[in-house]
């Protein structure tokens, strides 16, 4: 199974997300038969750190993201992942003006496909403060639980 992550900058949520679920999967009986990566529907910030703030919220959630670096969704992520998870319905939309027709049924708003929340979305937090960061955090990482469970239930 391979799960992509996508927002619009991938420096703040998708990174999160990506981290969320890593270390959950990681603790879960699932470690090593999940694979996730996280995208940018933008590729403005390609090739850079995550957003300090979301490094630094993380880190105090005990995950490291510091280590990843943001990148453009390409066409061949249609076919190298399972499921293209957005954090939001602009992502949404902007995933399927390139998904090719026979793979549009893999993409899915995040906190809709993990159970959490039927057309949730993970607000932006790039202009917000540290509470929008910690809000994210709190949406990723239900989602992360939730979708560790659901995956463990087969
Ligand atoms: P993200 O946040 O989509 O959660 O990574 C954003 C990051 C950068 C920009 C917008 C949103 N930006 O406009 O550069």
């Known amino acids: 199974m391979k799960l992509l992550v996508v927002c619009l900058g991938n420096i703040c949520r998708?990174?999160?997300?990506?981290?969320?679920?890593?270390?959950?999967?990681?603790?879960?009986?699932?470690?090593?038969?999940?694979?996730?990566?996280?995208?940018?529907t933008g590729g403005w910030h390609a090739g850079e750190?995550?957003?300090?703030?979301?490094?630094?919220?993380?880190r105090g959630h005990g995950?490291?993201?510091?280590?990843?670096?943001?990148?453009q969704l390409h066409a061949a992520d249609f076919e190298a992942f399972d499921w293209i998870l957005c954090a939001d319905r602009a992502n949404v939309r902007d995933v399927l003006r390139f998904a090719p027709a026979a793979r549009r049924e893999r993409v899915a708003l995040l906190l809709e496909w993990a159970g959490i929340r039927a057309g949730g979305e993970v607000p932006d937090p790039y202009t917000g403060g540290p509470e929008d960061f910690q809000r994210v955090w709190r949406l990723v990482d239900s989602a992360a639980q939730a979708v560790v469970a659901r995956l463990a239930a087969g």
């Open 14 to 40: 998708s990174p999160m997300a990506e981290g969320a679920l890593q270390a959950r999967l990681a603790a879960s009986p699932l470690s090593g038969r999940v694979q996730v990566d996280s995208a940018g």
């Open 49 to 58: 750190p995550p957003d300090r703030r979301a490094i630094a919220c993380a």
């Open 63 to 71: 995950v490291d993201i510091a280590g990843q670096r943001a990148r």
